[in-house]
């Protein structure tokens, strides 16, 4: 039975101490330097297998060279939206030559922060990062000595490339598409009170930018609150304001997970949609092209999104245009109409 | 602009010989070997550089360490049943002080036999593989010298640790759910023609044996092929069945997708489910509970998958018990019946 502590709390120094030996020989061991006497190295393997060390690749030995693996962290991959991501970023890069390591933070701020200084930056050339809780005090985390690529809107003026997408303009023609049907009582599935910054504040902002070109008031009891952002917050949400009284005959969901949930309570409660209310969402999942009814949404071009960020990310790892300025790439969208909003008329799949 | 080389083509040898030194220097400079020349570690580098060199972590070097990482291989993320599972290994993994390097090997079996001897091994102390395509010709390729654990049946009688679940019997039960409730005209929707392994052999075996079991006749026509389980092939599936003419009062999709996909189609041609044909599908992807109707399906014990095949490899990892044989663990399964097969009377979510 080893004696092996879990994790990486074993140091150098232990090993050295357990094998009777200078932190310079566990060095030259773990290094592969060949001209070691046999019985010294056998000691500083057995110190190494008892305590179960782990090999530190220093930051400082890997920027000589390149392990071509590259690094994405997002939020969960049991979210649809963020498995499609991974599975587009994963062919990009594979497309490169260049595997991908997978970092879930769990829309935690700290696991996000851990996910910049962590030690897995030491075994990947770069990151592709999509942070949802960072806020404007963490400017300063994302200053980083490693090639990276930001997911998402450049809130913080960021010190990095950014890919994104224009979240208002994409929200108001959300909007646009159900005032275009005739809807003026339009709910909001998703919004985080008191954010000013990230998607949920943006698109809200697109949706009201939209009423207030078309002359509506905005009705805050329209507008439902729901943290995350997955099918069971959708559903509580959409019970919420049903149950609210208020005159609802749309919703937006401001991702598909959030609309989904909101189909599956209109249709346990025979409430018809599109008929009595219509639905959209956005991210364009494959579910929302099988539902039922199929969904109206918002397409960010994923794979758009993949690309750009892969081919951003190696630029700045393979230093083609060194000292270049950050970019901010923003990628297409479009309205994908469906039968939630169109009904009959909704084009087959 | 640098004249690197996209890939590991680059070799040490070439480093060196830009350099105009040894092989033994360039090794002693990418190892961080603390006496050489400045001059000469700074020619190294440049060479490094230019040349685009990636680090070869050798397997002899990391043998004597551990990277803290674990690889887990699975055919697609687009996939929600393997975006779960890897969402659950993940978090098994963490809360293990382990991190999870995905590689996706598309179900192609070249790519599936590339993930056993590639070089991303080298930076994992293990790895958790679900193989799709490889066939009893493959066995040898699965004796490796890393820890490994199989996800799947274990149909070569494999040298490694598997985690299952009964196929054969789940796929029993799922079919008898039907049975159960007056269905005799049962649909297969994913059957693998001339398949005698694998998921889709042992689920129509597991049909079969249940219809035999009342005794009811296998109508070849109601066995529907679908090479990928995907929603799109389900939907393709269930039109051709329909077009068919042949009687079909029930549809099992060997998998969620499958049913899900069947499903768009019967609300498309406004056939009733339940009422006219019942659906049963198979994963209990998240999905399965938002979907309308609602799913029954199988519940495989995903979490109890991803946290058993975890411990296993980590067992093995550490040598906990050298020698200790090769163990298979089937995990429980369970029927969740939803609204596609029980109607009004399905339980809420």
Do not use: C
């Not at 006497?37 to 500083?44: D, Q």
């Not at 939020?75 to 599975?87: C, R």
């Not at 993949?306 to 479009?334: M, N, S």
């Amino acid at each position: 039975m080893s004696t092996a502590k879990r994790g990486s709390a074993v140091t150098m120094h232990e090993v050295a101490a357990r094998a009777g030996v200078s932190i310079k020989t566990v060095s030259n061991v773990v290094n592969g330097y060949q001209y070691i006497r046999p019985a010294t190295k056998e000691r500083v393997e057995a110190a190494i297998a008892d305590l179960g060390y782990q090999v530190n690749l220093s930051a400082r030995n890997l920027r000589r060279g390149r392990t071509g693996i590259i690094g994405l962290a997002v939020p969960e991959l049991s979210l649809p939206y963020f498995a499609e991501l991974a599975d587009s970023v994963i062919r990009a890069a594979d497309a490169r030559g260049l595997t991908v390591l997978i970092e879930q933070t769990g829309s935690v701020r700290e696991r996000e922060l851990d996910v910049l200084s962590g030690q897995r930056r030491h075994l990947t050339d770069g990151l592709i990062f999509s942070p949802l809780e960072l806020g404007p005090q963490d400017a300063e985390a994302l200053h980083v000595d490693y090639p990276m690529v930001l997911l998402g809107e450049r809130i913080f003026g960021g010190p990095a490339d950014h890919v994104t997408m224009n979240n208002v303009e994409a929200a108001r023609a959300a909007t646009q598409h159900l005032l275009d049907l005739g809807r003026r009582r339009i709910a909001v599935i998703g919004a985080h009170e008191g954010e000013t910054v990230g998607s949920a504040a943006l698109r809200v902002q697109g949706y009201r930018q939209a009423l207030e070109e078309a002359g509506l008031p905005v009705d805050p009891a329209l507008i439902g609150e729901a943290g995350l952002w997955h099918r069971a917050t959708g559903a509580e949400t959409m019970e919420r304001l049903l149950d609210s009284g208020v005159e609802i005959d749309a919703v937006f969901g401001l991702n598909d997970a959030l609309a989904l949930g909101a189909l599956h309570v209109l249709h346990a409660r025979r409430i018809d949609v599109p008929g009595q209310i219509a639905v959209i969402g956005f991210d364009d999942i494959e579910e929302t092209a099988y539902s039922s009814p199929t969904l109206t949404t918002v397409a960010p071009g994923r794979e758009q999104i993949a690309t750009t960020a892969v081919d951003l990310l190696l630029a700045r790892i393979e230093e083609l245009e060194p000292g270049k300025p950050f970019a901010q790439v923003i990628t297409d969208f479009e309205i994908v109409g469906r039968e939630s909003t169109l009904g009959e008329q909704a084009p087959a799949v």
